[in-house]
Nanobody, 120 residues
């Protein structure tokens, strides 16, 4: 059983930056692809960024709206995934969830989320 714990959310002004962290425990971290989803008020949860497992090369994917502003990374020695967010916009506001899925597929986990509010 994998547990994911997010941190780093908060209130930030437009144009500001935040770094979210997701610490994983209970599994072999390198076997899992990691991703960040967000859910804005009144909207469905959507994928923001993903980084593949180590066996699959650690490649990254970004949703169009965050390309060039957000960077996903993983520190396999610390069992931690990060989402560096820059040039934040009010529409980036939402609860950000960490997600992991085993490279063979099927087994996946969610964190409880961390709230990001972009407002002046």
């Amino acid at each position: 059983q994998v547990q994911l714990v997010e941190s780093g959310g908060g209130l930030v002004q437009p144009g500001g930056s935040l770094r979210l962290s997701c610490v994983a425990s209970g599994g072999i971290f390198t076997d899992y692809a990691m991703a960040w989803y967000r859910q804005a008020p009144g909207k469905e949860r959507e994928l923001v960024a993903r980084i593949s497992s180590v066996p699959n090369g650690g490649t990254t994917y970004y949703e169009d709206d965050v390309k060039g502003r957000f960077t996903i990374s993983r520190d396999n020695a610390k069992n931690t995934a990060y989402l560096q967010m820059t040039s934040l916009k009010p529409e980036d506001t939402g609860v950000y969830y960490c997600y992991s899925i085993h490279w063979r597929g099927g087994v996946h986990y969610w964190g409880k989320g961390t709230l990001v509010t972009v407002s002046s």
